[in-house]
């Protein structure tokens, strides 16, 4: 087979047969820790690991063993997490009925898993295979195997499957992907860990009023009662006068961004261009005080990117959104580039006025 026909990257919309890459993440719907428990070693987040409970070891198990069933599929990499799992499935060639099949096969396991697990939680038996060893794990799939068939139909498919929700499979169109899907997926347990020790930057801040709009926000409030702002904003004008061969004004004004930050201005900005992504890697490698505005609102469990997560758990960055969280959003629109830039202005224009006006601050809570 050659590299050509061996990676077939799929794009997200295709019909998903052919080979390439996907990242899929399980999760238990109702976030109980029943898969592990977070281990934070002397409270520092770099050092924090998930110790698996019997369930996540033998669902664990079921991911690994996957090529049993499914050989033409290969299992990269993959993180346990107290209340989900995340893996990377490598398809090594066309499958005639697509990745969701296999998918659906193992949720079908996962939930035979899960209901194992609820009959022994219920019937008070789980402390008897509680210990995490070889035997009490051949002990629980036991169980598991022959569940159903001791309860009969009715009663088995009563029991609480846990993992109600099918996995989420996401395509990673690109071979670029790969390292960078498997640096967030091992990033998993030291987010949560920061997470914990910090919880006030990471909650969902609601109903901030700036200059008539009602924004939500992740971060340090306190980054808009500084005294000095100024917007990050790269015009057309600079990228095409330097795609021309002249690169002055478009260098000047992006140095100028950092001179500015230097000197205590908070800078404020969607970051939408390349440009200004470059102004920002800047500004965030420098540890200066950012507020970024985001083009989509904040899901259960944001977590920011890897770029902003260290620097609004130092506080110094606040995410902030007009918008309500939108799962099919995928690409942001000119119109709504035009209104982020113009928010960023408002914001310059009054934010060291601003008060938090009955916002409860829970940055230092906890």
Known sequence: MSEHEKWQWQEPGEAWKGAGLYHITLTIPSRESLLG???????????????????????VDNLVNLYLYHPDIQVLHFCLMPDHLHAIWYVKRTMPKGIMSSIRG?????????????????????NAI?????EAKTRFREIADSLRQQLGD???????????????????GHRD??????????????????????????????????AGRTYSGIGNLKLLMYDRYMPV?????MIDEAMHGDNKRLRDYMNGCVLAARQGA???????????????VVLLAEEHPIIYIADNGFRDYYKPSDGLFDAVAEGRVLILSPWEYD???????????VAMNRMAEEICTIASSFSLNGIQDKNQED
């Not at 029991?159 to 109600?164: A, G, H, K, M």
Request: charged share 20%; proline share 8%.
């Open 327 to 337: 799962a099919h959003k995928r690409n942001v629109t000119r119109s709504e580039c």
């Open 106 to 126: 193992f949720w079908q396991a996962a939930k035979q898993l899960g209901r194992a697990y609820s009959y022994l939680s219920s019937s008070l038996s789980l």
């Open 154 to 172: 009715d009663a088995y498919y009563r029991l609480p499957p846990v993992f109600t929700e099918m996995p989420f499979v996401r395509p990673m």
């Open 37 to 59: 428990m977070l281990i934070i070693p002397d409270d520092d987040p770099t050092q924090a690991f998930v110790e698996r409970t019997i369930l996540g070891d033998v669902l």
């Open 233 to 237: 904003h790269v015009r057309s004008t």
């Open 266 to 280: 908070v800078m404020v900005s969607p970051f939408i261009s390349d440009k200004e992504k470059e102004v920002m």
């Open 177 to 210: 992907q790969l390292p960078t899907t498997i640096h967030y997926i091992d990033m998993n347990p030291q987010r949560l860990a920061t997470k914990k020790l910090m919880p006030g930057f990471f909650r969902v801040q609601e109903g901030i009023e700036i």
């Open 130 to 134: 509680q210990a995490n060893t070889q």
